[in-house]
């Protein structure tokens, strides 16, 4: 059973950085996809980006240029590095991996961009 454990989200100012790591425990068989999705309070959640097994990545149009998602394949880990933040960040973020036969969520970790 595969396990997402997140870590790194915290206060930060406007125009500040975060870095989020997802680590995958357990028994992992091959993870195909690592994301990161967001929910705000009384909004949807949303994907913010997504990386593939060959780091093949994806971002919604909304990081663009200031988030930068990673993935180390040997340790079953993906990266968030967020610049830049604005208050319309805030939201707990929530790491996803699904493989073949599994998708798995994180508990969730809040970023809060407030000054």
Excluded: H
Excluded at 15 to 25: E, K, Q, W, Y
Excluded at 31 to 41: E, F, G, L, T, V
Excluded at 52 to 70: C, E
Excluded at 97 to 110: I, N, S
């Amino acid at each position: 059973q595969v396990q997402l454990v997140e870590s790194g989200g915290g206060l930060v100012q406007p125009g500040g950085s975060l870095r989020l790591s997802c680590a995958a425990t357990g028994t992992i068989f091959r993870i195909n996809i690592m994301s990161w999705y967001r929910q705000a309070p009384g909004k949807g959640r949303e994907l913010v980006a997504s990386i593939t097994s060959d780091s093949s990545t994806n971002y919604a149009d909304f990081v663009k240029g200031r988030f930068t998602i990673s993935r180390d394949n040997g340790k079953n880990t993906v990266l968030l590095q967020m610049n830049s933040l604005k208050p319309e960040d805030t939201a707990v973020y929530y790491c996803y991996a699904r493989g073949a036969f599994y998708q798995v969520w994180g508990q969730g970790t809040q970023v809060t961009v407030s000054s």
